[in-house]
Nanobody, 116 residues
């Protein structure tokens, strides 16, 4: 098992789009529920979106209709397409493998900054 690796973060203007990717090798990826979480300083990490091994998805109310989670099992990768970004979406975004597990099941995070 290798710690998942996120990419795709950056600086974008409000209303813009970004796509985050998370490569999770060595996890029997296709059998795992994958999640995207985010955290801002001083607040708890919160679930943004989750996708099961059967491609069922759920989203935080704050991102419904704007964000889309998807996965490519052949590439061991989960994506988060973020459209119509708002300043309040600014956070560090983390990828999570599975529904449980320790620190090794979390990525290091990627910064998303949305400017007004």
């Amino acid at each position: 098992q290798v710690q998942p690796v996120e990419s795709g973060g950056g600086l974008v203007q409000a209303g813009g789009s970004l796509r985050l990717s998370c490569l999770a090798s060595g996890w029997m990826f296709s059998l795992k529920t994958m999640g995207w979480y985010r955290q801002v300083p001083g607040k708890q990490r919160e679930l943004v979106a989750r996708i099961t091994s059967g491609d069922s998805t759920n989203y935080a109310d704050s991102v419904k209709g704007r964000f889309t989670i998807s996965r490519d099992n052949a590439k061991n990768t989960v994506y988060l397409q973020m459209n119509s970004l708002k300043t309040e979406d600014t956070a560090v975004y983390y990828c999570k493998v599975g529904l449980s597990g320790g620190a090794g099941s979390w990525g290091q995070g990627t910064q998303v900054t949305v400017s007004s």
